[in-house]
């Protein structure tokens, strides 16, 4: 099958290889790509900050006029999840605050628009990742220089409570971004650097994160040299892997050591992490690439990679393409999308990968952030398959920190 790069109906379309095109997205976010990033439309004084498709709504869930965390400063949201199981699966989000300490976490209640701070602690320093566990918890990470992993337990009459906080720290002390959960109960992490490895926690019993092994992840066709971040090139540092068990009593310390110990794989600042069925996929933002982990079949592939299958930026020209990808979400469809750490932050959706050969069929831009001096962030698809959640970090717009919701009509 050809690959296809989809910017919008005035762009041109990049085809490699043979075959049919691949499809468009369809169902509930179906959607024409945009045509370009906001060149030309850049603004700090917007009432929506978003360019999107022709038949989506954009609408302000909160900022900071609404919850002012941090006054004087940007709150810089970050990421977002919902409670997504129990009876009332949906109603409240949840966000970190990526400041570099007093960190917070706030709940939302979409039914309500009230929004409250349920957790902070003048130790907690710049909170990113948020899951919500299969089994009713919330799992926040620190991106910071030995950061740490926390389990947030809710009052099960009160989801806006936090009834009990646990240090995981077996899961590894690194610099953590994002996280995701497995339906094996496996937890993913990755190191947020250059020469960052990727891991896999298997805890002993599933729910139970106070005890289990860390494992990283280790390309088995590299030499130990080649497995340094800066000693391979991005082309080759694909192929079958092995999960090596990592010395528990050192991962709790640093993981960063433990991973070098078994000469475990690094990779260009992975960001984020996303599981979808028996795909893990991470966002190497230095290397413009989104990689693909068959977890079933212990092998990594090229997902969206800057000129292969997604287009190449250029500043200069105003050339939009796939440049600094941050974070990840699952779409109601099943595919992936992604949001770039850019001047202009895009938004990607990358197809599946129907002729097998580990890379999506087509990339297709979705949306485009207005404001220059922001970034997108937090990209969260809920219960409601027709809205997608994101925020907006550090806007020129003044107490504009936030999230929206972008909304098929």
Do not use: C
């Amino acid at each position: 099958m050809r690959k296809q790069i989809v910017i919008g109906a005035l762009s041109a379309t990049i085809l490699l290889g043979f075959g049919a095109a691949a499809n468009a997205a369809n169902g509930p976010i179906s959607f024409d790509p945009i045509a370009d990033s906001a060149y030309g439309q850049a603004s700090s004084d917007w009432s929506v900050p978003y360019i999107v498709p022709e038949g989506y709504t954009q609408t302000l869930v909160k900022d900071e006029t609404a919850l002012d965390v941090y006054p004087g400063v940007d709150d810089l949201h970050d990421m977002n999840t919902e409670n997504e199981t129990g009876p009332q699966a949906g109603r409240y989000m949840y966000n970190t605050y990526e400041v570099g300490s007093n960190g917070a976490v706030a709940v939302t209640d979409l039914k309500t628009g009230v929004a409250t701070v349920i957790a902070q602690r003048e130790d907690w320093n710049r909170l990113d990742g948020i899951r919500w566990t299969q089994w009713g918890t919330l799992l926040i990470t620190e991106e910071t220089a030995g950061g740490h992993v926390y389990e947030l337990f809710l009052d099960p009459k009160d989801l806006t409570k936090v009834v009990k906080i646990e240090d995981r720290a077996k899961l590894g002390v690194m610099r953590h971004e994002g996280i995701d959960v497995a339906a094996d109960g496996s937890v993913h992490v990755i190191d947020e650097l250059n020469g960052g490895s990727i891991y896999k926690f298997v805890p002993t019993k599933r729910g139970d994160l106070s005890d289990g092994q860390l494992y990283a992840l280790k390309l088995t066709g590299l030499t130990d040299a080649g497995q340094k971040w800066n000693q391979a090139t991005y082309q080759d540092k694909v192929g079958a892997f092995e999960w090596v068990a990592l010395d528990m009593g050192q991962a709790v310390v640093d993981a960063d050591v433990a991973s070098n110990a078994v000469n475990a794989t690094e990779f260009g600042r992975p960001e984020d992490v996303e599981v979808i069925g028996q795909t893990l996929y991470i966002a190497n933002t230095s290397e413009d690439r989104v990689v693909a982990i068959k977890l079933n079949k212990n092998v990594l592939t090229s997902f969206v990679q800057a000129g292969v299958n997604a287009p190449i930026e250029d500043q200069s020209s105003a050339t939009t393409g796939f440049n600094n990808p941050d974070n990840l979400a699952e779409g109601p469809d099943g595919a992936l999308w992604i949001v770039e750490d850019n001047n202009f932050s895009d938004i990607y959706r990358a197809s599946e990968d129907r002729d097998h050969d580990g890379s999506a069929d087509s990339v297709e831009l979705f949306a485009s952030l207005k404001d220059r001096g922001a970034e997108s962030t937090g990209i969260y698809f809920g219960k409601n398959p027709k809205d997608l959640f994101v925020s907006v970090q550090h806007p020129d717009k003044p107490m504009a920190d936030g999230i929206w919701k972008i909304s098929r009509r």
